[in-house]
Antibody, heavy 116, light 106 residues
Protein backbone atom coordinates (compact mmCIF):
# COMPACT_ATOMS: atom_id res chain seq x y z
CA UNK A 1 0.00 0.00 0.00
CA UNK A 2 1.02 3.62 -0.50
CA UNK A 3 2.95 5.05 2.42
CA UNK A 4 5.00 8.18 3.03
CA UNK A 5 7.01 8.87 6.16
CA UNK A 6 8.80 12.06 7.13
CA UNK A 7 11.90 12.11 9.29
CA UNK A 8 14.15 14.81 10.63
CA UNK A 9 14.99 16.87 13.70
CA UNK A 10 12.17 18.17 15.83
CA UNK A 11 14.10 21.23 17.03
CA UNK A 12 16.05 23.69 14.90
CA UNK A 13 17.88 26.79 16.02
CA UNK A 14 16.89 30.16 14.50
CA UNK A 15 18.88 30.99 11.37
CA UNK A 16 19.85 27.33 10.93
CA UNK A 17 18.92 24.93 8.11
CA UNK A 18 16.09 22.40 8.25
CA UNK A 19 16.70 19.04 6.57
CA UNK A 20 13.85 16.56 6.21
CA UNK A 21 13.56 13.21 4.44
CA UNK A 22 10.43 11.65 3.00
CA UNK A 23 10.66 7.89 2.48
CA UNK A 24 7.96 6.46 0.25
CA UNK A 25 6.72 2.95 -0.48
CA UNK A 26 3.99 1.46 -2.63
CA UNK A 27 4.68 3.70 -5.62
CA UNK A 28 7.55 4.89 -7.77
CA UNK A 29 9.03 8.39 -7.59
CA UNK A 30 9.47 8.23 -11.37
CA UNK A 31 5.71 7.77 -11.83
CA UNK A 32 4.30 10.13 -9.19
CA UNK A 33 5.21 13.57 -7.90
CA UNK A 34 5.79 14.32 -4.22
CA UNK A 35 4.99 17.61 -2.54
CA UNK A 36 5.98 19.16 0.76
CA UNK A 37 3.21 20.87 2.72
CA UNK A 38 3.54 22.51 6.12
CA UNK A 39 0.94 23.52 8.68
CA UNK A 40 1.37 25.89 11.61
CA UNK A 41 -0.58 24.82 14.66
CA UNK A 42 -4.24 25.79 14.33
CA UNK A 43 -3.89 27.12 10.79
CA UNK A 44 -4.44 25.90 7.26
CA UNK A 45 -1.79 24.02 5.30
CA UNK A 46 0.74 25.79 3.08
CA UNK A 47 2.09 24.18 -0.09
CA UNK A 48 5.87 24.52 -0.15
CA UNK A 49 7.06 22.80 -3.30
CA UNK A 50 7.04 19.72 -5.44
CA UNK A 51 9.42 17.12 -6.87
CA UNK A 52 7.92 16.18 -10.19
CA UNK A 53 8.00 12.54 -11.34
CA UNK A 54 10.42 13.54 -14.10
CA UNK A 55 12.92 15.10 -11.66
CA UNK A 56 11.92 18.72 -12.18
CA UNK A 57 11.05 20.89 -9.20
CA UNK A 58 8.52 23.63 -8.42
CA UNK A 59 8.56 25.99 -5.46
CA UNK A 60 6.22 28.37 -3.71
CA UNK A 61 7.58 31.78 -4.65
CA UNK A 62 7.30 32.89 -1.01
CA UNK A 63 9.85 30.25 -0.01
CA UNK A 64 11.85 29.79 -3.20
CA UNK A 65 14.94 31.71 -2.04
CA UNK A 66 15.31 29.45 1.02
CA UNK A 67 14.04 26.09 -0.20
CA UNK A 68 15.56 23.16 -2.05
CA UNK A 69 13.90 19.83 -2.90
CA UNK A 70 15.82 16.85 -4.24
CA UNK A 71 15.46 13.07 -4.45
CA UNK A 72 17.22 9.72 -4.53
CA UNK A 73 15.09 7.37 -6.57
CA UNK A 74 17.24 4.35 -5.64
CA UNK A 75 16.32 4.87 -1.99
CA UNK A 76 12.74 6.02 -2.66
CA UNK A 77 13.45 9.25 -0.82
CA UNK A 78 12.65 12.92 -1.35
CA UNK A 79 14.55 15.57 0.57
CA UNK A 80 13.69 19.07 1.77
CA UNK A 81 16.24 21.66 2.81
CA UNK A 82 15.24 25.12 3.96
CA UNK A 83 17.69 27.65 5.33
CA UNK A 84 17.48 30.74 7.50
CA UNK A 85 14.72 29.33 9.68
CA UNK A 86 12.72 31.67 11.89
CA UNK A 87 10.14 31.09 14.60
CA UNK A 88 7.25 31.41 12.14
CA UNK A 89 8.60 28.33 10.34
CA UNK A 90 7.45 26.27 13.33
CA UNK A 91 4.79 23.72 12.44
CA UNK A 92 4.11 20.24 11.16
CA UNK A 93 5.78 19.33 7.89
CA UNK A 94 4.15 16.74 5.62
CA UNK A 95 5.20 15.05 2.43
CA UNK A 96 2.37 14.07 0.12
CA UNK A 97 1.82 12.16 -3.09
CA UNK A 98 0.64 14.61 -5.71
CA UNK A 99 -1.73 13.57 -8.48
CA UNK A 100 -2.52 16.41 -10.88
CA UNK A 101 -2.47 18.98 -8.11
CA UNK A 102 -4.33 17.06 -5.44
CA UNK A 103 -2.57 15.42 -2.52
CA UNK A 104 -4.04 11.93 -2.38
CA UNK A 105 -1.75 10.44 0.29
CA UNK A 106 -0.11 12.22 3.21
CA UNK A 107 2.61 11.16 5.59
CA UNK A 108 1.97 11.32 9.32
CA UNK A 109 3.98 14.56 9.50
CA UNK A 110 6.93 15.70 11.56
CA UNK A 111 6.65 18.51 14.08
CA UNK A 112 9.40 21.10 13.69
CA UNK A 113 10.02 23.74 16.35
CA UNK A 114 12.31 26.69 15.65
CA UNK A 115 13.69 27.88 18.96
CA UNK A 116 16.93 28.63 20.71
CA UNK B 1 -1.76 34.05 -4.55
CA UNK B 2 -5.34 32.75 -4.72
CA UNK B 3 -7.03 33.24 -1.36
CA UNK B 4 -9.61 30.64 -0.31
CA UNK B 5 -12.12 31.84 2.28
CA UNK B 6 -14.01 29.42 4.52
CA UNK B 7 -16.36 29.98 7.45
CA UNK B 8 -14.43 29.23 10.66
CA UNK B 9 -16.87 26.88 12.34
CA UNK B 10 -20.22 25.10 12.12
CA UNK B 11 -22.27 23.10 14.63
CA UNK B 12 -24.85 20.56 13.49
CA UNK B 13 -26.76 17.63 14.94
CA UNK B 14 -26.19 14.04 13.80
CA UNK B 15 -28.47 13.11 10.92
CA UNK B 16 -28.66 16.63 9.56
CA UNK B 17 -27.33 17.91 6.24
CA UNK B 18 -24.43 20.35 6.33
CA UNK B 19 -22.85 22.45 3.59
CA UNK B 20 -19.36 23.88 3.97
CA UNK B 21 -18.47 26.71 1.63
CA UNK B 22 -15.22 27.84 0.04
CA UNK B 23 -14.88 31.04 -1.96
CA UNK B 24 -11.85 31.73 -4.15
CA UNK B 25 -10.46 35.22 -4.78
CA UNK B 26 -10.19 34.35 -8.49
CA UNK B 27 -11.42 31.59 -10.72
CA UNK B 28 -9.95 28.13 -10.15
CA UNK B 29 -12.08 26.41 -12.82
CA UNK B 30 -12.97 23.06 -11.23
CA UNK B 31 -9.53 22.38 -9.76
CA UNK B 32 -10.79 22.42 -6.20
CA UNK B 33 -10.22 19.63 -3.70
CA UNK B 34 -11.49 18.96 -0.19
CA UNK B 35 -9.74 17.38 2.79
CA UNK B 36 -10.78 16.22 6.25
CA UNK B 37 -8.41 16.57 9.20
CA UNK B 38 -9.14 15.07 12.59
CA UNK B 39 -7.23 16.30 15.66
CA UNK B 40 -3.65 15.06 15.75
CA UNK B 41 -3.91 13.45 12.31
CA UNK B 42 -2.85 14.32 8.80
CA UNK B 43 -5.42 15.57 6.28
CA UNK B 44 -7.13 13.00 4.06
CA UNK B 45 -8.53 13.63 0.60
CA UNK B 46 -12.34 13.51 0.33
CA UNK B 47 -13.25 15.18 -2.96
CA UNK B 48 -11.12 16.04 -6.00
CA UNK B 49 -11.80 18.18 -9.03
CA UNK B 50 -14.75 19.80 -7.28
CA UNK B 51 -17.15 16.86 -7.38
CA UNK B 52 -15.30 13.55 -7.59
CA UNK B 53 -15.46 11.26 -4.57
CA UNK B 54 -12.10 9.83 -3.58
CA UNK B 55 -11.98 6.05 -3.36
CA UNK B 56 -13.04 4.73 0.01
CA UNK B 57 -14.82 7.91 1.07
CA UNK B 58 -18.47 7.42 2.10
CA UNK B 59 -21.09 8.57 -0.38
CA UNK B 60 -22.46 10.89 2.35
CA UNK B 61 -19.80 13.32 1.15
CA UNK B 62 -20.29 15.27 -2.07
CA UNK B 63 -18.87 18.38 -3.68
CA UNK B 64 -20.04 20.96 -6.18
CA UNK B 65 -19.10 24.27 -7.72
CA UNK B 66 -16.92 25.89 -10.32
CA UNK B 67 -15.16 29.18 -10.84
CA UNK B 68 -15.02 30.88 -7.45
CA UNK B 69 -17.75 29.24 -5.34
CA UNK B 70 -17.62 25.69 -4.05
CA UNK B 71 -19.43 23.59 -1.47
CA UNK B 72 -18.77 20.38 0.39
CA UNK B 73 -21.96 18.64 1.54
CA UNK B 74 -22.26 15.94 4.18
CA UNK B 75 -25.68 14.24 4.28
CA UNK B 76 -26.39 12.84 6.74
CA UNK B 77 -23.77 13.98 9.23
CA UNK B 78 -22.42 11.35 11.61
CA UNK B 79 -20.57 11.77 14.91
CA UNK B 80 -17.33 10.58 13.29
CA UNK B 81 -17.42 13.60 10.93
CA UNK B 82 -16.22 15.90 13.71
CA UNK B 83 -13.13 17.42 12.08
CA UNK B 84 -11.73 20.44 10.29
CA UNK B 85 -12.39 20.59 6.56
CA UNK B 86 -10.04 22.35 4.14
CA UNK B 87 -10.46 23.32 0.52
CA UNK B 88 -7.45 23.51 -1.80
CA UNK B 89 -7.08 24.89 -5.32
CA UNK B 90 -4.55 23.72 -7.88
CA UNK B 91 -5.53 25.86 -10.86
CA UNK B 92 -3.37 28.87 -10.01
CA UNK B 93 0.26 28.81 -8.89
CA UNK B 94 1.05 28.23 -6.08
CA UNK B 95 -1.58 25.76 -4.90
CA UNK B 96 -3.29 27.23 -1.86
CA UNK B 97 -5.48 25.98 0.99
CA UNK B 98 -8.32 27.61 2.85
CA UNK B 99 -8.17 28.38 6.55
CA UNK B 100 -10.46 25.49 7.37
CA UNK B 101 -13.99 25.01 8.72
CA UNK B 102 -14.24 23.26 12.07
CA UNK B 103 -17.32 21.05 12.18
CA UNK B 104 -18.71 20.25 15.61
CA UNK B 105 -21.56 17.91 16.43
CA UNK B 106 -24.23 19.08 18.85
Amino acid sequence: QVQLKESGPGLVQPSETLSLTCTVSGFSLTSYSVSWVRQPSGKGPEWMGRMWYDGDTAYNSALKSRLSISRDTSKNQVFLKMNSLQTDDTGTYYCTRDVRGREDYWGQGVMVTVSS
Amino acid sequence: DTVLTQSPALAVSPGERVTISCRASESVSTLMHWYQQKPGQQPTLLIYLASNLESGVPARFSGSGSGTDFTLTIDPVEADDTATYYCQQSWNDPPTFGGGTKLELK
